[in-house]
């Protein structure tokens, strides 16, 4: 795959098998001499982003379009890392096209195949399987079993505990953004790089005795990166900030000459914090199957009952304080107030920052779990789920490597099981 980091020593930041990470920009800099004199550690952040060659892929050309897909493969996705060199093998047949509506299952309650719309044409078609993996990520693959119902599965395939849906997790999420002086009028400098982050704020604080459990990450942005449409995100909210001590007045976005030069002045200028945190499973945060709505293939979709505990409030109104004291340590202003209390202290809906999980949660008790520790299913012994699922936590560090590592595992679990004739 290829992650740029470096080795810490953190307990809560596990070191690996890192490629060198880029330096940090100006505004990373600052961030992090700001931080140095609060006692917040700032590190290189750790992507999968390619630093230098790696197994036949070239290393980033910096050119930060990521959120477009890499031209290059220079950073990770299945279609250009997992799934190329499957196909390699010879042992793979994708099916595009395929909306996979139902898993077929014999008198047993085990899986025989799936039942899938081709949705070129809209008419269903049955693929056959002695092994079904479900991964169509978290909360879909809920949806394909609680619409699996047989006589041996009544209540949705692998759902005899009735956790199937249940237990969903985001991370929760809130953002502070902040002029900083300092960086006003700055010299037109290169800042390109990997499509994020080169450093961040991994959490500090598990030591400490807080009105929250568990933890956060910062996450900056910023800086002199390509502008885009709506940049700076409101010149209204900034434009009063002065760097030669002249009164400006707040508000309005201006025209003109004044609003050009604004922008210019501002560019650069602004500097962004995220936090990303864990929020805490409950069983009645769930999805269900909505009695009566289906989607364009006439599938049965999902209907979502999931809210923030006090828990979320308090670790997201640590998270506006921390972050807010930074951008003043920089010598910057926040351009909004502290969200109130009645705001949610900021925190994005569930759901907001894509990082759902534990809809099918593992366990040892298949009364009170969905899924084994090699993310089989308790009741269909050839049924694995393989995506944010199984987590029956979710740490705030960012979901995608644990499905992968607990994807491998499962992958390894199945070989050797079909290999001792189990599966
Ligand atoms: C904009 C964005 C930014 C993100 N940034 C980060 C990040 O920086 N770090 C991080 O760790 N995570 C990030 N995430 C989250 C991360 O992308 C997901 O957690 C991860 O992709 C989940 O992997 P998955 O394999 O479970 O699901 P997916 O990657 O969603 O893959 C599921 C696949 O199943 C297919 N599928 C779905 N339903 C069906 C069906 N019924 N039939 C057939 N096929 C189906 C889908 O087309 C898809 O190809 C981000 C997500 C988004 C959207
Ligand atoms: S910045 Fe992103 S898209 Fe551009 S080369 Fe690097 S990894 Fe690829």
Not at 198 to 227: S, T
Not at 317 to 322: R, Y
């Amino acid at each position: 795959m290829g992650v740029f980091g470096s080795e810490e020593g953190m307990r809560n930041e596990p070191d690996g098998h890192f490629l060198p990470p880029p330096e940090p920009r100006c505004y990373e800099k600052l961030l992090q001499k700001a931080c140095r004199g609060m006692s917040i550690p700032v590190i290189p952040s750790r992507l999968s982003i390619l630093t230098r060659p790696h197994n036949g892929r070239p290393a980033c050309h910096y050119c930060g379009q990521c959120g477009r897909g890499c031209s290059t493969n220079s950073n990770f996705s299945s279609p250009s890392v997992l799934i190329r060199p499957a196909e390699q093998t010879n042992n793979l047949t994708l099916i595009t096209n395929a909306m996979a509506r139902e898993i077929l299952t014999d008198e047993n309650g085990l899986a025989t195949g799936v039942s899938y719309i081709n949705k070129e044409d809209g008419q269903e078609q049955q693929v056959r399987a002695s092994i079904v993996v479900v991964a169509a990520s978290a909360c879909e693959s809920a949806r394909l079993l609680l619409n699996s119902r047989s006589t041996r599965h009544p209540n949705g395939l692998a759902n005899s505990s009735d956790c199937v849906g249940r237990y969903v997790t985001d991370s929760t999420g809130t953002s502070v953004m902040g002029v900083v002086p300092a960086l006003l009028g700055n010299l037109p400098h290169n800042e390109d790089g990997v499509g994020g982050m080169h450093v961040y704020v991994p959490w500090w604080l598990e030591d400490e005795k807080l009105d929250f459990v568990r933890g956060y990450h910062i996450e900056p942005w910023g800086g002199r990166q390509m502008p885009s449409y709506g940049f700076l995100g409101g010149i209204q909210r900034m434009n009063h900030t002065s760097d030669d001590g002249t009164p400006r007045p707040r508000g309005g976005g201006g025209y003109g000459v004044q609003l050009k030069e604004d922008y210019r002045r501002l560019y650069g200028a602004v500097v962004g914090l995220s936090g990303r945190g864990e929020m805490i499973a409950r069983r009645e945060n769930r999805c269900t199957i909505d009695p009566h709505q289906v989607d364009q293939y006439g599938i049965p979709v999902l209907r979502f009952d999931v809210t923030w505990s006090d828990q979320e409030y308090a670790q997201v109104k640590h998270m506006q304080e921390t972050m807010r004291s930074i951008i003043y340590a920089m010598g910057g202003e926040p351009t909004d107030t502290m969200p109130s209390r009645e705001e949610g202290y900021g925190i994005l809906p569930p759901g907001r920052i894509i990082h759902e999980g534990g809809t099918t949660r593992m366990g040892h008790d298949p009364r009170t779990s969905v899924l084994n520790k090699w993310c089989q299913a308790h009741d269909a012994k050839n049924v694995f789920v393989a995506d944010g699922g199984p987590l029956v936590s979710q740490a705030h560090k960012n979901i995608t490597w644990t499905i992968l590592a607990l994807a491998w595992r499962a992958s390894e679990y199945i070989v050797e099981e079909r290999k001792r004739g189990h599966l």
